[in-house]
């Protein structure tokens, strides 16, 4: 039209000058460039026109752009394609809309007040908001957010066109361009459609946080009702989330979400929805929001096992887009069941303050998780149900014990018949306050498969301490264990002094009935060097919504055999089994839990634990962990925030949720042995050298498994036998007479055996009642002889009064003293006489024998010296009568060996007590 005007203007001019009217020159000038600008504005306009006429030609009904967006989120099956959980998308509000009519008149005000005060008023564009927004983008003076970096100043029509029409990548990149598009798609869209339908879309299609999308479905997530029933207070909580959902979330950022409400109640009152006593009123209302469950199965492996794997897989966008179909390996009917078993023995249990619990299963076979429920209801908060338990870290108690035997049998050669000192530990080697008690009181020596099968927990420190707790950590990272990095760890740590996951338990002890070898899919977690390079499996296979398979794909191709199962050895079979002999042997655990107490009728290897952190009778949890050639199931008790408990024990909760999810997994299944593997043999060791026994050795462990290249071929040479001289301790000589001579074995432990070993030797030498000194070279010579009754001689005939000579003189001589004492029959010690001063090859003392009847007796001489205590050497004499009689005499038979209740302190064998 300015062209036209400025045409028409421009033929009056022409006529006037025909007519012999002039014009000043700066007018012709003027109107020259009058002209020229209208051609200009005549082309921008035609060219925003274009543009504009552009734009909106791309406008399609939004029922219409809402249908070729993704339709909804991953739907989650079980391995039986029993529906879990789906995803929800942005535009899943939509998909179960509710009519405006069914939307509370609060929430339509205070959605207004919030985002767009002119909403009812403008043309699908708050130039107000939109004016401020291009200050701030647009602004070349300082002090500004900078370019394009400034508010958005969308009206609600603008947001529901940028959430229709432009994709994710698209509303991410703040652009003059598609500021532009998305402002003529609002006016057109106003231009096409009444208020009250853009406001019923907008409402249905924004996110109100966590995953509730659309008005409906966060009015019930949040306050358990539709949304007609909201209240003023409930309206703002809402109307004030989708500005910044995680920022104003109600259930995770309770005071920011309050804060907010405050902002949009103020802002209904400032636009006169609400007097001024509803806003007051509103504003002493608590926050008042009651988490609603939704529809999911085994949310914290939906969660915390899949969801984080198809985002690495697909991304995140495509969980929540893409309509992926999930077909997962868990088994939801196996599920339920293991959720019922765990909550009826918590609920019996519960009295010992002990609230929560978790319970996992995997498949050794296939690696695959059917089961995995991380707390007893994810939905209760006084439990913190919402933690998952099963990868949460916790201590583990004994169940970490066989990660430590495996160890010690693969790097010392031990196998289950190996002998251990179940006696108290030497203060320098233990890394806790106060050394672990065991459930029994101290069994002396006792074998690796009564020790680990009775849960016994001191023989489990000692051998952590031969092994060496630097080999066991990464035998145990190989076995699947992930939380042993960056750690001070110590011999505890066999005991439960190391916090694990449920998960990594479950998944490290599949090794065992897999003879050493650990399955699974290649991991996507980068961990630290060392740490297992597979991961159990969770998910089978992902389907498009129109059945093509996405997942696994091998040469681009579906996978009919489903996710390529990797193996890793990270044990020998042999070691792996020995486990298994052991934790599946109901005779081994007689001592602690009754002889086949932890047994189902089946082949089944089971394994306990209780962690102890506290003072006496208190427990922080309790695990179990049973396991079949099918089949591992692991089971924690606990409290998500570490309260302890009382009075209660591993076989309470756990070991019975595993019993029974046990029974109930294998009702239809065949019983099937465990696999015993080539390379066994059954053999006895010498105690302690773990050597090939020999007449010397003191002690040799009863037949048992062990790998068969462990066996040992080298005869022990640590247990020597001598015939030793109990007067003098030395080698006995020729002249030793009979009664003094002794075989003793001695235990020579080699130079190489050093710190912890060594000191086990040395008590191993006291328990089996041997000397750890060296064989003596020399033999008795009679000067050695400190204590000696030279006269009467031994099996003398005596009468009268008799005079005793001998020698009573050793190094450190306090006093000595001569008794007798009758045999026949055994009286009691009578004195003679006694001396504080030594005497050499002399006179001892009288013994007048006349008033005696005539019998055997036997003479004692008693040095106490300083040293060495009580030296002792004693003869046996027959008393004859004063005048011989015709009779015969008696026998007198020589000494025998004394005993060791006959030994003298001063550790030789000298007579008769």
């Keep these: 039209m300015a062209r036209n005007g400025a045409y028409y203007r421009y033929q ?195 996110s109100y946080g966590n995953i509730y999308n659309g008005v409906e479905a966060a009015s019930r997530g949040y306050f358990g009702k539709p949304a007609q029933d909201l209240t003023l207070a409930e309206a703002a909580t809402l109307a004030g989330i989708p500005s910044c959902p995680s920022c104003y979330d109600p259930i995770n950022q309770p005071d920011a979400a309050l804060k907010q409400r405050t902002h949009v109640l103020k802002r209904m009152h400032d636009e006169g929805f609400i007097s001024s006593a509803q806003f007051w009123e509103a504003v002493a209302q608590p926050l008042g929001v009651k988490p609603q469950r939704f529809p999911i199965e085994a949310p914290h492996f939906v969660f915390n096992v899949v969801q984080p794997e198809l985002e690495r897989l697909f991304g995140e966008e495509a969980l929540r887009r893409d309509d992926l179909v999930v077909y997962t390996t868990l088994d939801l009917d196996k599920q339920r069941r293991a959720e019922a078993i765990l909550e009826e023995w918590i609920t019996t249990f519960e009295y ?13 076979k296939t690696a695959e998780i059917e089961i995995y429920a991380g707390s007893r209801d994810y939905f209760r908060e006084d ?40 006696s108290p530990i030497p203060s320098q080697y233990w890394d806790g306050a106060n050394p672990p008690r065991n459930p029994i009181a101290h069994s002396g020596p006792i074998t690796a498969r009564n020790a680990l099968g009775n849960s016994l927990n001191i023989p489990a420190i000692k051998t952590i301490l031969y092994t060496g707790v ?30 694990v996951k449920l998960i990594d338990m479950v998944y490290g002890y599949t090794v065992f009935p897999n003879l050493g070898v650990l399955k699974g899919v290649e991991t996507a977690v980068a961990r630290p060097e060392g740490n297992r390079s597979l991961d159990p499996v969770a998910i089978l296979r992902v389907e498009s919504r129109d059945g093509e398979v996405l997942y696994p794909l091998v040469d681009g191709q579906p996978a009919p055999e489903g996710p390529q199962i990797l193996e890793e050895r990270v044990a020998p079979a042999q070691e792996a089994y020995l486990i298994t002999s052991i934790l599946s042997d109901g005779q081994a655990q007689c001592l602690t839990f009754g002889c086949g107490g932890l047994s189902i009728g089946r082949p089944m290897a089971v394994k306990t634990g209780t962690s102890e952190p506290y003072e006496f009778r208190a427990i922080g949890d309790t695990w179990a962990i049973a396991y079949t050639p099918q089949v591992v199931v692991g089971s924690w008790f606990g409290n998500a925030d570490n309260s ?67 066996v040992p071929q080298k005869e022990d ?44 030797a040395l008590e191993w030498a006291k328990e089996l009642e041997a000397s750890a000194e060296d064989v003596p070279k020399e033999q ?15 099996a003398a ?117």
């Design 352 to 364: 010992s303050g002990g609230h929560n619990g978790a319970v996992v299963a995997i498949n050794p």
């Design 644 to 710: 302890p408990m009382t009075d209660i024990t591993s076989t309470s909760v756990s070991w019975r949720t595993v019993r029974d999810m046990m029974i109930a997994y294998h009702e239809n299944l065949p019983v099937e042995p465990f696999a015993r593997p080539d390379g066994l043999a059954t053999a006895s060791v010498c105690v302690p050298s773990g050597l090939k026994p020999t007449p010397a050795c003191a002690k040799t462990t009863p037949p048992d498994l062990f790998a068969a290249g462990a």
């Design 12 to 206: 009056a001019y022409r006529h006037r000058r025909r007519n012999g009217k002039g014009m000043p020159g700066w007018l012709k000038a003027l109107l020259a460039l009058a002209a020229l600008s209208a051609l200009a504005l005549g082309i921008i306009a035609g060219v925003g026109y274009g543009l504009y006429r552009s734009y909106a030609d791309d406008l399609v009904p939004p029922d219409e752009a809402l249908a070729k967006l993704p339709r909804s989120g991953a739907r989650i099956m079980d391995r039986n394609g029993k529906f879990l959980y789906q995803f929800v998308d942005d535009q899943s509000g939509l998909r179960q809309p509710v009519p405006l009519d069914e939307i509370s008149d609060y929430l339509i005000d205070a959605t207004i007040a919030a985002e767009d005060s002119s909403f009812w008023d403008n043309p699908g564009v708050n130039f107000r908001g939109l004016t401020a927004a291009a200050l701030e983008n647009f602004s070349p003076f300082g002090g500004t957010p900078g370019f394009l970096e400034g508010r958005g100043g969308s009206s609600i029509t603008q947001q529901l066109v940028k959430n229709v029409y432009f994709s994710p990548e698209e509303r991410a990149k703040r652009s003059v361009q598609r500021k532009l598009k998305e402002t003529v798609l609002a006016l057109e869209l106003t231009r096409k459609y009444d208020k009250e339908q853009i406001l019923e879309w907008y409402l249905n299609l924004i």
């Design 780 to 794: 008795t010579k009679p000067s050695d002889l400190p204590v000696a009754i030279t006269s009467p001689a031994n």
């Design 470 to 499: 630097e080999n066991v950590i990464p035998q145990a990272k190989k076995m699947g264990i992930t939380s042993l990095d960056n750690r001070q760890l110590g011999p505890s740590m066999t005991v439960g002094g190391v916090d």
């Design 383 to 422: 439990i913190d149900g919402q933690n998952d338990m099963a990868a949460a870290l916790n201590s583990p108690g004994s169940a970490f014990k066989p990660f430590t035997y495996i160890t010690a049998f693969m790097t010392l050669g031990w196998g289950p018949g190996t002998m251990i000192l179940d």
């Design 797 to 913: 005939t005596v009468r009268g009064v008799i005079t005793i000579t001998g020698r009573a003189a050793s190094s450190k001589f306090v006093s000595y003293r001569l008794e007798y004492r009758s045999d026949t029959p055994r009286g009691d010690w009578t004195l003679i006489t006694e001396s504080a001063s030594p005497v050499s090859d002399g006179t001892l003392g009288s013994w007048d024998t006349r008033l005696l009847p005539p019998t055997l007796y036997t003479i004692r001489l008693v040095v106490v010296d300083e040293e060495r205590g009580e030296i002792i050497d004693r003869v046996q004499v027959l008393v004859l009568p004063p005048t011989a009689p015709a009779t015969p005499t008696p026998t007198v038979e020589p000494f025998a060996t004394a005993t060791p209740a006959e030994q003298a302190p001063g550790g030789l064998n000298r007579g008769p007590p």
């Design 717 to 760: 040479d640590w247990w020597q036998v001598a015939r030793i001289d109990t007067r003098t301790g030395k080698l006995a000589s020729p002249l030793t007479p009979p009664q003094y001579v002794e075989e003793r074995r001695f235990l020579q432990i080699p130079e190489y055996v050093s710190g912890f070993a060594r000191d086990q």
